[in-house]
C-alpha cells in the first residue's frame, strides 16, 4: 500500500516568506509526527498529532512554527517569516497508534527547504 | 533529559567486513531502543529495535543488544554488503511518551 507521502519534496524560499509544508500519512493511522533533520542537529522531534489533537508540541522551535492536522489525516506545517536557520529536511511520519516501541513510525521521504 | 549518543562517522568498510556501530543512551525509566537506515535518496526505515534489557533485535543480518548495565545498544553485522551503505541512526522512546529521540547519525560506505 500507499506510504507516508509529502509535498512539496523540495522548496526554495526567500527569507521572511511563509511556507507550508505537507504530510500524507498512511491510511488509518491515527497518530503523526513531524520531525526536522538539519546538519548541526540531527533528527529532532517538532510535534505529535493523536487524531486532530496535538498534545506534544514541546519540539517546535519557536512561534513562527505552527502545525494543524485535519480530518484525522492530512497534516500541513507552517513556518511563518522564515529564517536561513530553518533550512533543514523536514520529515513527518506516522503510526496507528502512538506511544513507546509498540507503534512502529514509518517516514515519509521528507521535505528539502531551503531559506535564501 | 533523555539522549542517544552514537560514535561519530563516517565509517569506511571494504565489502565482508565486521561492522560495529556503538550507541549509548541516557533516559529515565526503561526506554525502547531503536536503530533506523536512510539509504541513499530514501526516507527512514526501521532496521531493528528492542524495548527491554537484554532483548536482542534482529534484522537483515543486523543485531543490537540492549544492554540496561552499560545504557548501550550497539549494532553489529558480521559481513556487510556494499548495500548496506546508507546512514544509521540509533533512536530511545522513553515509557510513556511518543516522540523518537535520535542519535546523529552514522554514515556507512563498504566498498567491494
Known amino acids: 500500500g500507499a506510504g507516508v507521502s509529502q509535498s512539496p519534496s523540495n522548496k526554495v524560499t526567500e527569507k521572511g516568506k511563509d511556507v507550508e509544508l505537507r504530510c500524507d500519512p498512511i491510511?488509518?493511522?491515527?497518530?503523526l509526527y513531524w520531525y526536522r533533520q538539519s546538519l548541526g542537529q540531527g533528527l529532532e522531534f517538532l510535534i505529535y498529532f493523536q487524531g486532530n489533537s496535538a498534545p506534544d508540541k514541546s519540539g517546535l522551535p519557536s512561534d513562527r512554527f505552527s502545525a494543524e492536522r485535519t480530518g484525522g489525516s492530512v497534516s500541513t506545517l507552517t513556518i511563518q517569516r522564515t529564517q536561513q536557520e530553518d533550512s533543514a529536511v523536514y520529515l513527518c511520519?506516522?503510526?496507528?497508534?502512538?506511544?513507546?516501541?509498540?507503534?512502529?513510525?514509518?517516514f515519509g521521504p521528507g521535505t528539502r527547504l531551503t531559506v535564501t | 533529559g533523555d539522549s542517544v549518543t552514537q560514535m561519530e562517522g563516517p565509517v569506511t568498510l571494504s565489502e565482508e567486513a565486521f561492522l560495529t556501530i556503538n550507541c549509548t543512551y541516557t533516559?529515565?525509566?526503561?526506554?525502547?531502543l531503536f536503530w533506523y537506515v536512510q539509504y541513499p535518496g530514501e526516507g527512514l526505515q526501521l532496521l531493528l529495535k528492542?524495548?527491554?534489557?537484554?532483548d536482542k533485535g534482529s534484522n537483515k543480518g543486523f543485531e543490537a543488544t540492549y544492554r540496561k548495565e552499560t545504557t548501550s545498544f550497539h549494532l553489529e553485522k558480521g559481513s556487510v554488503q556494499v548495500s548496506d551503505s546508507a546512514v544509521y541512526f540509533c533512536a530511545l522512546s522513553t515509557s510513556g511518551g511518543t516522540a523518537l529521540i535520535f542519535g546523529k547519525g552514522t554514515t556507512l560506505s563498504v566498498s567491494s
Open positions: 491510511s488509518g493511522h491515527t497518530a
Open positions: 528492542a524495548t527491554k534489557a537484554d
Open positions: 533516559a529515565t525509566g526503561y526506554p525502547s
Open positions: 511520519a506516522s503510526s496507528t497508534l502512538a506511544g513507546g516501541s509498540s507503534y512502529e513510525q514509518y
